[in-house]
């Protein structure tokens, strides 16, 4: 099983969060639920964010989204800005969601508004 966690995953885990869906028995508990579980929650801009802009996190990074978000509530950030490798990440510590991602290639001329905190993980 590969380590990197494709937006079909993503996808399918939050309509279950939505709409739980009982699992089948034979179902594997996928690397991205068993990560995440209920810690960290993408919105749905976040989502298309991350498809249109094909933005895929490996379990790894997920590992260090997860420990910067931990990072931030423990010095009272609210709303972070986060980064990892190529990546910023917009996140209501609070919420525990995922609000945006932007890659690289679309970082250049962005303006973070609304943070109180930023954290490089």
Known sequence: MSNRIDNAQ???LLSRQVAPVSPRPTEKTTEFQD???SRLKLS???QTRMQSRNI???ASQWDRVMSGVERAAEKG???SLL???DVALIVSIKNRTI???VDMAHL???VFTNIDSAVIV
């Open 10 to 12: 993503v996808a399918e």
């Open 35 to 37: 990560l995440l579980g």
């Open 44 to 46: 749905g801009h976040a």
């Open 56 to 58: 895929q996190l490996e």
């Open 77 to 79: 950030g609210r709303e």
């Open 83 to 85: 980064m990892i490798d």
């Open 99 to 101: 609000i945006t991602a």
């Open 108 to 110: 250049s001329e962005s």
